[in-house]
């Protein structure tokens, strides 16, 4: 049998105890925030690639898992910084080799 909540229960918590009350309250403000930033970022990753976030372990020739995205993220900066090191250690090179011509 549906019975209905007593408020005055519920008030008489609140009044007899306020700072767990003000705390479960809190609680439940921050899981909304946090619902509401999850839902933005989905939405917006969705824009980016537009369409559907491929799912882990779906159809051969989706697009790529998670993991591999951020393997493949991890590998192109790696590269990138190989590359900045070669470009840095040519131009050192070339300024020793001018300075010593300059002698």
Same mark, same amino acid.
């Given at each position: 049998? +549906?019975?209905?909540?007593?408020?005055?229960?519920?008030?008489?918590?609140?009044?007899?105890?306020?700072?767990?009350?003000?705390?479960?309250?809190?609680?439940?403000?921050?899981?909304?925030?946090?619902?509401?930033?999850?839902?933005?970022?989905?939405?917006?990753?969705?824009?980016?690639?537009?369409?559907?976030?491929?799912?882990?372990?779906?159809?051969?020739?989706?697009? +790529?898992?998670?993991?591999?995205?951020?393997?493949?993220?991890?590998?192109?900066? &790696?590269?990138?910084? &190989?590359?900045?090191?070669?470009?840095?250690?040519?131009?050192?090179?070339?300024?020793?080799?001018?300075?010593?011509?300059?002698?």
């Amino acid at each position: 049998m +549906l019975v209905a909540i007593d408020t005055s229960t519920v008030t008489d918590f609140v009044n007899d105890h306020p700072a767990p009350a003000y705390g479960i309250a809190a609680a439940v403000i921050l899981l909304f925030i946090l619902l509401l930033m999850v839902n933005r970022r989905q939405k917006s990753q969705k824009q980016e690639s537009g369409a559907a976030p491929a799912i882990s372990g779906g159809a051969p020739g989706s697009e +790529l898992s998670r993991k591999e995205a951020r393997r493949a993220k991890r590998e192109e900066k &790696a590269m990138v910084k &190989a590359d900045a090191k070669a470009a840095k250690k040519k131009a050192r090179e070339e300024d020793k080799q001018a300075k010593e011509q300059a002698r």
